[in-house]
């Protein structure tokens, strides 16, 4: 039986990719986090520990050898040198880093590419986001430089916008929730600006097929379905899967701005970026967005009261 960590795994990805494994036989499945979410799934042991508190984690972990460790909420360099301060060495077969794109530098050049250049700083114009790119970028810089010095093969993983099951963010749900109230729609009357995403079961099902795969050792690669999607063909797709026709009312990005309506996506730039490689590298499919968004409607619709 192959032994994994997980670090986080309570909320939407980490809980999709818990749950994905739960039942399969060859995993023991031991995760570690604050404890706000119980899983309480049978087949995983769950270990309630801040990740930064040292001293606790090395008396908590069992002593083990694992197959590979998963690190979903690592968000700053201090967070995996921590980390690798409580793993005994030669204890970790693979280290797989769930990352973001988010880490790449502003660039014209599209679709951007893992080769791409990533941040040299915080990015201020994002407000209360301004560190969150450039403090993940120097994650997987000490991500590269802990798993050289333990010797210890590496994964990281960079997801394009992730849309799903558990979905905390305020994204897919804040148009599925317009449709349920038959509430006006607003997008933006420029329709040019584009996305990539990936479901929250993609990802989990890329992650598992990293594991020990040593086609993965020592890369990154970005998790974006080939799609590219605009507010418009959005709302084609929110109708067709809610078999509703949906109220819009177009404005300009300057107006939606001064209402303040909180629109999930860019108004005016692009969020494009190739998930090629992670697909020859594993000869993977990635879902149809409309196949992804219908099952997640479907989830939410069943998941949520009406009367609220």
């Excluded at 063909?233 to 990005?253: D, N, T, Y």
Aim: hydrophobic fraction near 35%; charged fraction near 20%.
């Amino acid at each position: 039986m192959k032994n994994l960590l997980i670090i986080g795994g309570s909320y939407f990805l980490g809980r999709i990719f818990v749950e994905s494994l739960a039942q399969n036989h060859d995993y023991r499945i031991y995760v570690v986090n604050r404890g706000n979410r119980p899983l309480n799934m049978e087949g995983v042991v769950e270990l309630k520990c801040d990740r930064n508190d040292i001293t606790g984690l090395k008396l908590l972990l069992p002593k083990l050898s694992w197959h590979a460790v998963i690190d979903f909420c690592a968000y700053t360099p201090q967070d995996v040198n921590g980390l690798f301060l409580v793993l005994p060495r030669k204890t970790v077969n693979h280290y797989i880093f769930i990352s973001t794109v988010s880490v790449y530098a502003p660039t014209k050049t599209l679709p951007i590419k893992e080769g791409s250049p990533t941040l040299t700083g915080p990015q201020p114009e994002l407000g209360p986001a301004a560190n969150y790119g450039y403090q993940k970028s120097l994650a997987e810089k000490a991500m590269t430089t802990q798993c050289k010095y333990n010797h210890i093969p590496f994964t990281g993983l960079r997801p394009g916008i992730i849309y799903g099951k558990y979905n905390y963010a305020p994204r897919e749900s804040y148009f599925f929730d317009l449709i349920r109230k038959k509430q006006l729609t607003v997008i933006p009357e420029n329709d040019l600006p584009l996305f990539q995403f990936i479901s929250v079961w993609d990802a989990a099902q890329i992650i598992v097929l990293c594991m020990g795969n040593p086609d993965t050792y020592n890369k990154t690669f970005n998790l974006c379905a080939p799609e590219l999607i605009s507010y418009g063909r959005l709302i084609e797709i929110l109708e067709v899967i809610s078999g509703m026709p949906i109220s819009k009312r177009f404005m300009s990005a300057a107006e939606i701005d001064k209402k303040k309506i909180p629109l999930p996506f860019p108004l005016d730039s692009h969020l494009i970026y190739s998930g090629e490689l992670i697909q020859h590298t594993l000869d993977f499919k990635y879902t149809s967005f409309i196949e992804g968004m219908r099952k997640t409607y479907d989830w939410h619709h069943n998941n949520t009261n009406d009367t609220d």
